[in-house]
C-alpha cells in the first residue's frame, strides 16, 4: 500500500493508476476487466466530462445502478470533478428514489439503462448518464483543469433508508472514508495478489469502504457478479475466482450451515462423541472452505448479528471468520478483529485512531450506551441541523444509540440497539416510522405501529373508528339473524340451540374473515409503495388504543417481541391483537436472499 500525501479519493484513483499500471483492477464475473491504469484514465476522462456538463465541486450527483466495474469508475468520476456522490439503494422504489435525488439537490443521475425507468419522472433540468457509456468526452479532457479536493470536503451523502418526509443523509467527507480504510491494517493487510468476490451492494458503506477502498489501495482484483447471488450464481462464481477475501452478511453463512452443514454433522454417529467431534468439526470446516474456493483466508461478517450456534460452528472449524461493529454514520468501522483473534459474541476492541466509551454504565452489568470519537465520524446529517445535534453529546462524541459493554481485556459486546431503528437480515436500516406512514395514508387506518417479530416485520394498526363499526355492524346482523332463528317455535329446544349455536359461529367467522381480508389489502396497499427489505410480513388488528406518553408518543417498548423491558410488561399494557393477515408466500424475505452493523 503506497503512502497518501493530500488524503483525498481523488489520489487514490490517480495514485493506483501510477502504482499497479496494468494489473486487473475490476472485473465482472466470466466477462470483461478494468485495469488500474483503465480506472485512473476513464475516471478523469469521465470527470471532465462532467465539468463540461456544469458539475462543479460541492454539486451531488446520484449514483443508481447494479454492482460493476463500472459503478466504482462513475463513483470517483463524480469525486474527481470535486462533485458529491450520492449512493442510492437499487431496491428502493421510484418515489424513494425521486425523494432522495430531490432532498439531496442533485444535479446529475449516473442511472444504468435497466434503472431507468425508475427516475422516468425526474424534472428535465436533471442530466441522465448512462453508467456504461459516456459520450463528448475527448472533446472536454483538452479543457478539464480538476478543481481543488480537500480531505475535509464531502465525498458522499449516504441515505440509508427512502425517505418519507423523514430523509436522513449522512454526509461523508473523504478523511472519514480514508481513515476508516487505513485504520483497517489492524484488522486485515491486503496484497497484491489477493482477489475479492463482491456480493453486498456497493451503496452501501461497508462494501465500498471495506471492499472498495481497501482493495484498491492494496492493487488487490475485485470481482462482481452480474445478478443477485442466489446458489446458482455464487457456486460457480466461487470456483472460478476462487477468492481469498470475501465480504458477507450473515444470512449467507447461515444457511449454509442449517440447510446443509448441520444436518449432516446431526446424521453422523461420530459426530455426537465428544471424542470425535473437534476431527469432525475441523474437517467441516476444511469442506466448507473448499466450497469458498478452497483460498480463502478472511470472510468478513457484517450488517446484522451473527447467530450464536453458527458463530461457535466457524470457530471450532477453523474457518477464517472475522467480525465488527459500526454504522453508515462511522464510515462504517468502530471495532473488530481479525480471523485469528475472533472472540465469540463479540465484535472484537476499538478500532486503531477510534475512541469508544460506555455512557451512563448500569452498575450492576457496566452496559450503556456506545458513543464514538475519531476522523471515521460522520460530519452530520444534509440538510438537518435539528438530528445532527441530537446525534451528538454536548463534548462531542457520536451517539450510536446501540447499548453495550467492554470487558476487562478491552473487548466490545453489543447488547441490542437504544434506537426505533431495526437491522435488516441483510444489513439494511429499517425505520419504523417510515413504513408507518405509509401505513397511515390507508383510508382505514388511524394509526400503527411496526415491530419485528420473529426476523420478520410486524404492523400492528389501530383501524379508524367508522370501518370499526361497520365491522361490528355486521357481526350484529350475524348475531340478529342467530337471535330469530332461536325464537323459532317450529323447532325443538335441542335444534333451536344447536342452530343459534351454527349461526353465531358463522358470525364470528364471517367477521373475522371480513377482518382478515381488510388487513391483508392494507398489507400489500404498504407494501407496494416499500422497498423489498421494508416489506411487512404480517398485518395484525390492535383492538385497544396504543398506550402513549404525555405528549402522545407511542410507548413502543410495550409492543412487540424486540421492545419488551424487563420490569415495565404489565398486563394492562400487552398488545392485544386479533386477525392476522396471511403471510404472502412469494415475498421474498427482505429481499435479502439477494443480497451491511453488531457487524460493520
Request: with cysteine.
Amino acid at each position: 500500500m503506497y503512502q497518501l500525501e493530500h488524503f483525498t479519493l481523488c489520489e487514490v484513483a490517480e495514485k493506483s493508476a501510477v502504482h499497479y499500471g496494468t494489473r486487473p483492477a475490476l472485473s465482472m464475473v466470466g466477462a470483461y476487466s478494468i485495469s488500474y491504469a483503465d480506472l485512473g484514465r476513464i475516471s478523469f476522462e469521465r470527470a471532465a466530462a462532467l465539468a463540461a456538463q456544469g458539475i462543479g465541486k460541492g454539486d451531488r450527483v446520484a449514483l443508481l445502478a447494479e454492482n460493476s466495474p463500472y459503478w466504482v469508475v462513475s463513483w470517483f468520476s463524480i469525486v474527481r470533478a470535486g462533485g458529491i456522490v450520492v449512493p442510492i439503494l437499487i431496491d428502493f422504489t421510484p418515489d424513494q428514489i425521486r425523494n432522495i435525488i430531490m432532498h439531496a439537490e442533485a444535479k446529475a443521475v449516473v442511472v444504468s439503462e435497466k434503472l431507468r425507468a425508475k427516475v422516468a419522472d425526474l424534472p428535465s433540468s436533471i442530466h441522465l448518464l448512462d453508467v456504461r457509456k459516456w459520450d463528448g468526452m475527448e472533446h472536454a479532457v483538452a479543457s478539464f483543469v480538476p478543481p481543488k479536493v480537500d480531505p475535509d470536503d464531502l465525498a458522499e451523502i449516504v441515505y440509508t433508508s427512502g425517505t418519507t418526509g423523514l430523509s436522513k443523509g449522512v454526509m461523508l467527507t473523504h478523511r472519514n472514508l480514508l481513515s476508516n480504510a487505513t485504520a483497517c491494517k489492524s484488522i486485515i493487510v491486503l496484497h497484491r495478489t489477493d482477489r475479492l468476490l463482491s456480493i453486498l451492494p456497493l451503496a452501501h458503506t461497508y462494501e465500498f469502504t471495506i471492499g472498495t477502498l481497501i482493495p484498491l489501495l492494496a492493487g488487490s482484483h475485485i470481482h462482481y457478479l452480474d445478478r443477485p447471488p442466489a446458489a446458482t450464481v455464487l457456486l460457480p462464481a466461487l470456483q472460478a475466482v476462487r477468492p481469498t477475501i470475501m465480504l458477507s452478511v450473515p444470512l449467507v453463512i447461515e444457511k449454509i450451515y442449517r440447510s446443509s452443514i448441520k444436518p449432516t454433522l446431526d446424521g453422523m454417529k461420530l459426530y455426537h462423541n465428544p471424542l470425535f467431534k473437534p476431527i469432525i468439526t475441523r474437517f467441516a470446516g476444511f469442506k466448507l472452505r473448499k466450497t469458498f474456493g478452497g483460498k480463502l483466508r478472511f470472510f468478513g461478517i457484517g450488517g446484522a448479528p451473527l447467530a450464536a450456534d453458527v458463530e461457535e460452528f466457524l470457530k471450532q472449524s477453523g474457518f477464517p471468520y472475522a467480525i465488527g461493529y459500526g454504522l453508515t454514520e462511522t464510515s462504517p468501522l468502530l471495532a473488530g478483529c481479525g480471523p485469528r483473534h475472533t472472540h465469540l459474541r463479540s465484535t472484537g476492541p476499538a478500532l486503531q485512531g477510534v475512541q469508544l466509551r460506555i455512557a451512563d454504565p448500569r452498575p450492576d452489568t457496566g452496559e450503556g450506551e456506545i458513543q464514538a470519537k475519531g476522523p471515521n465520524i460522520f460530519k452530520g446529517y444534509w440538510r438537518d441541523e435539528a438530528r445532527t445535534r441530537e446525534a451528538f453529546t454536548e463534548d462531542g462524541w457520536f451517539r450510536t444509540g446501540d447499548l453495550g459493554v467492554f470487558d476487562d481485556k478491552g473487548r466490545l459486546y453489543i447488547r441490542g440497539r437504544s434506537k426505533t431503528m431495526i437491522l435488516g437480515p441483510s444489513g439494511e436500516n429499517i425505520y419504523p416510522e417510515e413504513i408507518e406512514a405509509v401505513l397511515n395514508q390507508s383510508p382505514y387506518v388511524a394509526e400503527s405501529l411496526v415491530v419485528e417479530e420473529d426476523g420478520a416485520l410486524t404492523a400492528l394498526v389501530c383501524l379508524k373508528s367508522e370501518v370499526l363499526e361497520k365491522l361490528e355492524a355486521r357481526l350484529e346482523d350475524s348475531l340478529e339473524a342467530a337471535g330469530q332463528l332461536g325464537s323459532n317455535v317450529g323447532r325443538t329446544l335441542a335444534d333451536a340451540e344447536k342452530s343459534v349455536a351454527q349461526t353465531v359461529g358463522h358470525a364470528f367467522t364471517s367477521a373475522e374473515k371480513a377482518a382478515e381480508h381488510l388487513l391483508e389489502s392494507i398489507r400489500k396497499e404498504a407494501n407496494a409503495k416499500l422497498a423489498a427489505f421494508s416489506r411487512i410480513r404480517t398485518v395484525k388488528l390492535q383492538i385497544e388504543p396504543f398506550e402513549k406518553t404525555p405528549t402522545q408518543k407511542i410507548k413502543r417498548f410495550l409492543y412487540g417481541s424486540a421492545g419488551k423491558a424487563p420490569g415495565k410488561e404489565k398486563e394492562g399494557h400487552r398488545s392485544r391483537v386479533q386477525p392476522t393477515s396471511p403471510t404472502d408466500q412469494n415475498l421474498p424475505p427482505s429481499d435479502a436472499e439477494k443480497d451491511r452493523s453488531t457487524q460493520p
